[in-house]
């Protein structure tokens, strides 16, 4: 199977299976003397990690992730890092029943047409479960793009519910399962995903990635537009199926003057944005001030009530998925998405230094109002 890696200068290839002896990536292009260890990393898998609520998926897997290559005394070399997390927790027996039919909403039907040949255990490489290699890279990522970026993300919607834009606290999505930024919302959605789970059912999501303290410059016209290659990435994680910037699909109901993000100059010389409609992105190029994003999950295809489907006889069946699945696959995407974006951030970062070695110390770096 080809279309394993991404990026350019900052460039991984992932590999593995949900239900074999463990999966993996490799970081190429990372640059040499940046301080990574296992420990850097694993906070962020902890946060995507299965069985650590009730309203994600049972399956136990530690995700204890070790770095095979790389890195000498705690340091990295310049050469390809290698990272391996270990599956533990498989139960391939629970997918025995479907090893012949088609799941709606799964890959199943769209892998049997293209390869010939499926893994039917949890989806073998369609599943979620390799997302866990993108977290690890983007752990990597975070180390070039250094201290003075951030990137977070917030679960902003769950089935039709929206969260308060103007109770949004960034503390309150490291108190509650969901990673909701309003306490309130976080409260109303126990008690949806709960009613769900107990049907058997499932709910859908939207997710926003915020980066703050993000440089001007990165991106490039038409073909390397840094918001393309963000949705490009995000539209790459699984269940995904749709992406917004800054204002997204609505500003299509904006008049130009309500759109458009003016500018003025401070006393110290700078610009100064009146707004960030655009979300940190002009003509495909950062403006400095913070890029955001957001994309949508659909709600998980693995449920309990059958669904009318086909096998690969060409008989007519009925299918329901047993196994543990997430109620709402958007909340262990929250860490996926924000490593998606960090992962392009720093591509577009070494992009740019090597085209423009000179330009970051030049710059003049816009901000909000």
């Keep these: 199977m080809s279309h394993n890696s991404f990026g350019h200068l900052f460039r991984v290839t992932t590999w593995g299976e949900s239900h074999g002896p463990a999966i993996g990536c490799v970081v190429d292009g990372c640059p040499p003397r940046l301080a ?3 420990a850097d990393i694993q906070p962020f ?3 995507r990690r299965p069985g650590q609520s009730k309203f994600v998926t049972q399956r136990q897997e530690a995700d204890e992730v070790r770095i095979l290559s790389g890195t000498f005394e705690g340091l990295t070399t310049g050469t390809p ?3 391996l997390i270990d599956n533990t927790d498989q139960r391939s027996k629970d997918y025995g029943e479907i090893k012949d039919r088609y799941r709606p909403g799964h890959a199943d039907l769209a892998y049997d047409l293209k390869y010939g040949i499926r ?10 479960r390799e997302t866990a290699m993108r977290v690890a890279a983007g752990a990597v990522a975070r180390k070039v793009l250094g201290p003075e970026v951030t990137v977070r993300g917030a679960l902003v919607q769950m089935g039709p519910d929206r969260i308060d834009r103007a109770a949004w606290d960034w503390a309150a999505s490291e108190e509650n399962a969901f990673f909701c930024p309003d306490r309130d919302a976080a409260i109303r959605w126990e008690a949806m995903l709960t009613e769900a789970r107990k049907s058997g059912s499932s709910l859908g999501a939207v997710i926003e990635v915020v980066a703050e ?11 390397g537009k840094l918001d393309a290659e963000i949705a490009a990435a995000l539209m790459g994680i699984n ?3 749709g992406v917004e910037i800054g204002e997204g699909f609505a500003a299509a109901a904006l008049t130009g003057e309500g759109n458009a993000d003016e500018m003025r100059m401070d006393p110290d010389g700078r610009v100064i944005f009146g707004d960030n409609h655009a979300g940190g992105i002009l003509g495909g190029i950062s ?9 949508a999950v659909k709600p998980t295809s693995s449920i309990l009530t059958p669904r009318r489907s086909v096998d690969r006889f060409g008989q007519e069946v009925e299918v329901l998925t047993k196994g543990r699945h997430d109620p709402c696959v958007g909340i262990r995407a929250v860490p996926v ?3 998606m974006v960090a992962l392009v951030l720093a591509d577009h970062l070494l992009r740019h230094r090597a085209q423009n070695p000179d330009a970051a110390a030049e710059a003049r770096l816009p901000r909000n109002r």
């Design 36 to 38: 990574l260890t296992e």
């Design 45 to 47: 898998l902890d946060r």
């Design 81 to 83: 890092i290698a990272l």
């Design 119 to 128: 893994d039917y255990r949890g989806g073998g490489r369609s599943s979620a």
């Design 213 to 223: 303290g993000i440089p001007p410059g990165l991106g490039a016209p038409i073909y």
């Design 239 to 241: 269940a995904v199926k």
């Design 287 to 295: 403006t400095g001030q913070s890029v955001v994003a957001r994309f």
């Design 337 to 339: 998405g924000e490593a």
